[in-house]
């Protein structure tokens, strides 16, 4: 476990899917434990708007109890209004916490009203701090329920 009691890079989490990810900043970059690299969509005239969303998979349903969201060191794509959501089969989603950040570098914890199982977690941001379409984050690591 890492800080926070969260998961670290070497929990069998898989990404399963993100709406958009650039050559170098991949979505894959959230689960590597390092807060160097980051995810980062689509910026300038490739840019989509919000949201923008990574999925996380387990190969079988793990309780937690929230996750931690690191910023990437730069300011670019700090991410204000988010949402995590879980799913037992990747289609049904629930809403688990939803929120908007504060405007800094710190790891974010969102704590779950209540402890959970679910097989994946999608992490849904829906907007930025200043008007861009694009949105970035350095790691995405799940709290275990104790």
Request: charged share 20%.
């Amino acid at each position: 476990c890492g800080r926070n009691g969260a998961m670290t890079a070497k929990t069998s989490a898989t990404i399963v899917s993100a709406d958009s990810q650039t050559d170098t900043d991949q979505a894959d970059n959230l689960l590597d434990g390092d807060p160097t690299s980051f995810w980062h969509t689509q910026w300038g005239d490739s840019a989509t708007p919000f949201p923008h969303q990574v999925v996380i998979g387990f190969p079988e349903a793990v309780r937690l109890s929230g996750v931690v969201c690191t910023p990437r060191r730069q300011t670019g794509g700090w991410i204000k209004g988010y949402e995590i959501q879980l799913s037992d089969d990747g289609s049904a989603w629930h809403s688990a916490a939803s929120g908007d950040f504060d405007r800094s570098g710190a790891a974010k914890t969102v704590r779950f009203a209540q402890p959970e199982a679910a097989r994946y977690v999608k992490f849904v941001a829906l907007s930025d701090f200043d008007g861009k379409p694009y949105a970035s984050l350095a790691e995405l690591t799940v709290i275990p329920a104790q």
